[in-house]
């Protein structure tokens, strides 16, 4: 070959790529996605730990939910793929002579099986990253990507060179025992992995993921021909969904009706398994996003990986709507959500309206230094010593995390020095924050309004705090990001955003714990007067 026909190869290849790239890329940003909040992020190794810590209904929403996703990934990327025959057909055009590429159809082939077996391995190493902080290397990241390419196409080979041995009506019967096994492997390591759902059982969950993760490659690669072989014993009979099926595989158009009959015989069964999935998922996850303690069920992991699977599907029937009618729908549907944002307001703010409460009686800043100063017991010690210390306390932002360690040290250095010379309750002006810091000093000016918690129960104050703020604020948050919120001026002003929804979480997910009252009632309250025996902290709340 001249070395200009394969510099034109070479480009052809790379061409094909990127189209194939381009098509199933939903799926590939939800896989980069998920890598960066789990693998990365601090705030995802928290979900994980949250998740991996809680209860059996926990395992089995991750075990469910992972399975979604992956059904997803892989069934609607193959759905797509089955229309794009400009790929499957791809074509090499050299100075002499015009040839197939094979590289059109093996992509389309095996994308859609290494996406959905990659989700595993992005699971397995964001559960290793617990014990082992080398995980985080870059080149252990690279290694684990080859490692994947490899495994798959190892196994992926073993398995059509089954299929290939599987020729006789008994060897495919073998075949189909050898499924049979894989399904049994999956059923019983996901049962053991929810019956011992805990932190420190974490590598019978990993076992899990990889039994899972091979299994399920193999189940799909020798799917076609078993489900062949069966209807050659038992004739293809048409089924309720059939027409259904034809539209998606676009049989009803030019020679497609031939091309496809091998196809359409051989996904009925998967077909309807994958829209009762969707069915099931979609709803589910409408209930995350309106209803808290279903969130609060579901927990934030496994309720990522649902609202990554009914996104995805959502996103990729829309592709192929827009493949079918020859439009841009996507562009259509930001286009709306543009238009009617300048006539909505979804982020609007949320109050509460204290009757009791006279605000223009409030102090300003000259008098509760006035009063602050004067206070009995203070007023002393300032005035028989030459300094007095005075703390301003800021927090930065960091979610979940940075409001759990805002609230646990400062009711700490409460407690700890309560019964001392110097209370640091004492010496506390005011608390500056932001965000998750901001919830933090919330919470423990919560606490501070029970006298019981900054008297003779000054030991259970750091316990309260951090019992309240360990409770699961982020999924309902989650759900209501990852769905409505995409389309925030058409769904916020309906059903609330995803401040709303966190408002409504800070408030009713920890219904055991006396501050989800305070809350609940607003922090008028907690505004200081001039005669009150404790003067609460100035405080200064950044959202």
């Known amino acids: 070959m001249k070395i200009n ?73 193959r759905l797509v793929a089955y229309n794009h025959d400009d790929l499957y057909n791809a074509q090499y055009t050299g100075a002499a002579t015009s040839k197939p590429l094979k590289i059109g159809k093996d992509m389309l082939f095996h994308f859609p099986r290494l996406m959905a077996f990659s989700i595993f391995l992005i699971m397995i190493l964001a559960i290793l990253r617990f014990d082992h902080v080398g995980i985080r290397n870059n080149w252990v990241w690279l290694g684990g990507i080859f490692l994947d390419f490899l495994v798959y196409a190892i196994l992926h080979w073993i398995a059509i060179k089954l299929q290939i041995f599987a020729v006789s009506s008994s060897r495919q019967k073998l075949l189909i025992r050898l499924r049979t096994l894989c399904w049994v492997l999956i059923i019983c390591t996901s049962a053991l992995a929810v019956i011992f759902w805990k932190i420190n059982h974490r590598w019978l969950i990993i076992a899990t993921l990889i039994c ?36 998606v595989l676009d049989r009803t158009s030019g020679n497609r009706a031939t091309t496809m009959q091998s196809a359409a015989d051989t996904e009925q069964f998967v077909f309807v ?62 286009t709306l959500i543009v238009i009617v944002g300048f006539f909505t307001e979804p982020h609007w703010a949320r109050s509460i309206k204290d009757t009791k409460v006279n605000y223009s009686q409030r102090m300003d800043l000259d008098s509760y230094m006035h ?3 004067h206070q009995p017991g203070r007023a002393e010690k300032i005035t ?74 000054i030991s259970r104050l750091d316990t309260v705090t951090t019992n309240f703020l360990g409770h699961d604020f982020l999924s309902f948050t989650i759900a209501r990001m990852l769905g409505p919120d995409l389309a925030a001026s058409i769904f916020a002003p309906i059903i609330g955003d995803r401040a709303a929804a966190l408002e409504e979480s800070i408030e009713h997910a920890a219904p055991d714990n006396p501050l989800s009252y305070d809350m609940q009632h607003g922090f008028s309250r907690f505004v200081p007067h001039a005669n009150d025996s404790f003067l609460f902290p100035i405080v200064c709340f950044n959202t």
């Open 5 to 77: 026909d394969l510099i034109l190869l070479l480009l052809r290849w790379v061409s094909i790529l990127l189209r194939t790239i381009y098509l199933f890329f939903p799926s590939l940003f939800f896989l980069l996605l998920a890598t960066f909040v789990f693998c990365s992020l601090s705030q995802g190794q928290d979900m994980i730990r949250l998740c991996l810590s809680s209860g059996r209904l926990a395992g089995l929403a991750f075990t469910v939910a992972i399975v979604f996703w992956v059904f997803v990934t892989w069934y609607t990327a």
């Open 212 to 247: 899972c993760q091979i299994c399920f490659l193999f189940l799909i690669v020798t799917r076609k021909c078993v489900v062949s072989y069966q209807n050659s014993q038992t004739g293809v009979h048409h089924f309720f969904m059939q027409g259904y099926l034809d539209w």
């Open 273 to 334: 398994l994958f829209n009762i999935f969707a069915i099931v998922g979609g709803t589910v996850y409408a209930l995350c996003v309106l209803v808290l303690p279903v969130a609060l069920a579901i927990t934030p992991v496994p309720l990522l990986f649902l609202a990554f699977g009914v996104l995805l599907g959502m996103g990729n029937f829309v592709s192929l709507l827009s493949h079918r009618r020859g439009i841009n729908i996507h562009f259509l549907i930001v």
């Open 371 to 373: 009063a602050w100063l």
């Open 384 to 457: 028989g010593s030459t300094h007095y210390p005075v703390f301003i306390v800021l927090a930065d932002g960091g979610a979940s995390r940075s409001g759990y360690w805002t609230a646990l040290v400062l009711s700490h250095l409460t407690a700890k020095t309560a019964a001392g010379a110097e209370p640091f309750l004492d010496h506390l002006l005011c608390l500056s924050g932001a965000s998750g810091g901001s919830v933090g000093h919330a919470t423990f000016l919560a606490a501070l309004a029970h006298p019981e918690l900054r008297k003779e129960e």
